[in-house]
């Protein structure tokens, strides 16, 4: 599971160090880069990165947004090696489709069960994004969290945020 978020700098060749916690839960030397919703870009380990792929793949050709989604998941997709380094060269292309410069401060962010790669610039505008109770109201209205309560192990009811 990946979680927390890493600063890390994006070298002139587009080089970028995984952290150690990241690394412990790649399995093997490779991971895929996808393009990302909010102008960054996806880290998927090889089996997730298969799921989208042929998910995407299914969808109907009729369809302008099912071939957008091809263009943006199949089309732009891209398997990276991690070197003796634990770095991967991200493709220049999509670095400046994504607003990368070289040798610019970068943020990993977990995100479950894949990451995410923002430009540090657009990473501190998404979290100023996330302060607003206001917009947050209107966001989250459809969503609720559950969650067990572990220190009532005779009350069963839930907790509710």
Avoid at 25 to 34: A, K, T
Avoid at 48 to 66: G, H, M
Avoid at 84 to 97: M, Q, S, T, Y
Avoid at 124 to 141: T, W
């Amino acid at each position: 599971m990946f979680d927390g978020e890493f600063k890390r700098h994006l070298d002139a060749k587009g080089r970028i160090m995984i952290p150690a916690e990241y690394r412990e839960e790649i399995e093997g030397d490779h991971i895929h880069v996808i393009l990302g919703f909010e102008q960054n870009l996806m880290l998927l380990l090889p089996a997730q990165y298969e799921q989208i792929r042929d998910y995407v793949a299914s969808l109907n050709l009729l369809d302008p947004n099912a071939r957008r989604m091809r263009r943006m998941f199949i089309a732009k997709a891209k398997e990276l090696s991690i070197d003796g380094n634990n770095r991967i060269r991200v493709p220049a292309d999509l670095l400046e489709l994504t607003g990368f410069d070289n040798s610019s401060s970068v943020i990993l962010a977990g995100n479950g069960s894949y990451i995410e790669l923002w430009t540090e610039q657009k990473w501190q505008e998404f979290n100023q994004s996330l302060m607003d109770p206001a917009l947050n109201e209107e966001r989250f209205k459809d969503f609720s969290i559950i969650l067990s309560n572990p220190e009532a192990k005779d009350d069963p009811r839930p907790l509710i945020m």
